[in-house]
């Protein structure tokens, strides 16, 4: 599309109904996975008012509350805010020295700050995120800038109004996104850009709504700007109404704004799908059969049906606390009770209770909740066997954590320092030292996965020691085999230890020298005291035999 003619209304709403065309068929499953899992988003297909009872429709509460736990594990698994969850690196870490990991620990706390700061709604956005992501494998969260305010702005989007269209790569840089401000809210937004319509509606109806797209593309698929030229950012950001074909704001953009996490991806489409649900959703229906069945049958075993005589009854059948029925008195009760309820066989009962068990046994193992921790040992083990433990977890947690860390906290972090850096968050370039300038900048988290793997550089440290200390009671010539230097460097590294608390390279490289010389006087001091006393002793012997003689 990137040609001489400016950009066009039309043309992109055009583009943007195919693509929610394409995903139309898409909306079913969705909409069918909420009314199990997620019906506070259930609205993909049908209208909801706000007085909706959104769970009314089920019988048993069960997936809801597997969804929600798995929900909840995200944050509190991946984000705690109890601890630095993330930190920002390079990708030779290794090469850095203390001032520039003294930097990195520095600009980490300025962007935690920023993103935790109360106007940004990160944590509101993620939130709803999370949830997304563990009903429908993926989820939308925009991250802006609210220069009115001064600070990032971070924002949660239903999956019903946002498509998007996948690269050759896999990315999916292009994002259309409905939207429907009211005339007060576009206006304010907006000024002196929007429709006479929609400024002659704003009188009559400041509340009334617009039907309004925002659209991020790749600059090389974008026409050319109005008034000509060429775009200077990769990316281009366009708000438009819809309604009337017009285009409100056309503006370079550096980032895709909206992040688009996605769990399991299927070959030849652009939408995930979460293994969670797509397990669990059988079982879900299933739950909710079985559990109307069984309050059936137990309302039946405790008010069970009645058989009646009926000319024998001189009034309604009361069959409630304290009711009467009037009978016939004349009635012959030789010939049967004139009401008694009809035998039924309550065998069924207790194995359906035992089914639902297993069904509930089993939508907790799609949603993970069997996976979420490492399991309490039973007894003391040795360092090997708590390794391979810490090996078995982290085999079983992987699919559910990776693409949580790389796509999701990965990509959100990357965007937010990118933004940060520019609005100089972090001081002048020249201040940056030069041991990170140009590098790549990579994201660490702090996660149980990402922990079990870096604490086990200080397992392995502790094996190493044991088995070097052996190895020298055997041979003493195997000393010098394990740099401890390094080794412990690493360890430290792995377990978490802030840069402050370690010296740089040159420093313990001129304190070892240092020692080594103070070592080596103490040896020659020795030495000379050793020979002071030789010489003292011979003296004394000679002055001894001097005397004898």
Not at 202 to 219: E, N, Q, S, W
Not at 249 to 275: C, D, I, L, N
Not at 416 to 434: C, H, N, S, V, Y
Not at 457 to 474: C, D, N, S, Y
Request: hydrophobic content about 35%.
């Amino acid at each position: 599309m990137n040609d001489a003619r400016p950009l066009d209304a039309k043309d992109l709403v055009k583009r943007g109904n195919h693509l929610f065309e394409k995903r139309s068929e898409l909306m079913n499953l969705w909409q069918s996975i909420a009314d199990n899992f997620f019906p506070e988003r259930a609205d993909f297909t049908v209208g909801r008012s706000l007085g909706d009872e959104f769970a009314s429709h089920l019988t048993s509460s069960y997936p809801l509350i597997v969804r929600r736990e798995l929900g909840n594990a995200f944050s509190a698994m991946l984000r705690p805010r109890d601890q630095e969850w993330f930190g920002i690196s390079v990708e030779h870490e290794d090469q850095l020295d203390r001032s520039g990991r003294e930097w990195l620990e520095w600009a980490s706390g300025v962007q935690r700050r920023a993103m935790y700061d109360r106007r940004t709604q990160f944590v509101r956005a993620t939130k709803e995120g999370d949830n997304d992501f563990a009903a429908f494998g993926q989820c939308v969260i925009s991250r802006e800038t609210d220069h009115k305010e001064t600070s990032l702005l971070y924002r949660c989007w239903h999956l019903r109004d946002v498509a998007w269209a996948e690269k050759y790569n896999g990315t999916t840089p292009e994002t259309h996104r409905k939207w429907k401000p009211s005339c007060q809210d576009l206006v304010n937004l907006f000024p002196g850009k929007c429709h006479a319509d929609v400024v002659k509606k704003l009188k009559d109806d400041p509340f009334g709504t617009v039907d309004c797209r925002h659209i991020v593309m790749l600059a090389e698929d974008c026409n050319a700007p109005t008034g000509g030229g060429k775009w200077r950012t990769p990316y281009v950001s366009i708000h438009l109404d819809a309604e009337h074909n017009t285009i409100m704001e056309e503006a370079g953009s550096w980032s895709p704004v909206y992040t688009k996490p996605r769990w399991q991806t299927v070959s030849g489409s652009p939408y995930a799908y979460s293994p969670a649900t797509v397990a669990g959703l059988p079982d879900a229906r299933l739950l909710q059969a079985m559990t109307l069945t069984l309050l059936e049958a137990g309302e039946m075993a405790v008010r069970p049906p009645m058989v009646a005589v009926k000319e024998a009854l001189r009034s309604d059948i009361q069959l409630f606390a304290g009711g009467i029925t009037a009978a016939d008195a004349e009635y012959d009760e030789r010939l049967g009770e004139v009401l008694r309820p009809i035998s039924q066989d309550k065998s069924g009962i207790p194995f359906g209770l035992e089914v639902t068990r297993d069904t509930r046994e089993m939508l907790a193992t799609a949603f993970y909740l069997n996976r979420l921790g490492l399991p309490p040992a039973d007894r003391e083990m040795t360092a090997f066997e708590t390794g391979q433990r810490i090996q078995e977890y982290i085999r079983q947690a992987l699919p559910l954590f990776e693409p949580m860390e790389m796509e999701y906290n990965g990509a959100i972090c990357e965007d937010t320092f990118e933004e940060l850096l520019r609005l100089g968050a972090f001081g002048r370039p020249q201040d940056i030292p030069e041991s990170i300038r140009g590098a790549e900048i990579r994201f660490k988290f702090e996660s149980p996965l990402h922990e079990a793997i870096e604490r086990r550089k200080g397992t392995k440290f502790l094996e190493a020691k044991q088995l070097t200390r052996e190895a020298i009671e055997l041979d003493p010539s195997t000393l010098p085999t394990m740099d401890a230097r390094k080794a412990l460097r690493d360890a430290l590294n792995g377990i978490g230890v802030p840069a402050k608390w370690l010296r740089d390279e040159r420093e313990i490289e001129q304190l070892a020298q240092q020692m080594q010389e103070e070592q080596q006087a103490q040896k020659a001091m020795e030495a000379m005291a050793g020979a002071a006393e030789t010489g003292k002793l011979a003296g004394e012997a000679q002055q001894a035999l001097n005397a004898a003689a």
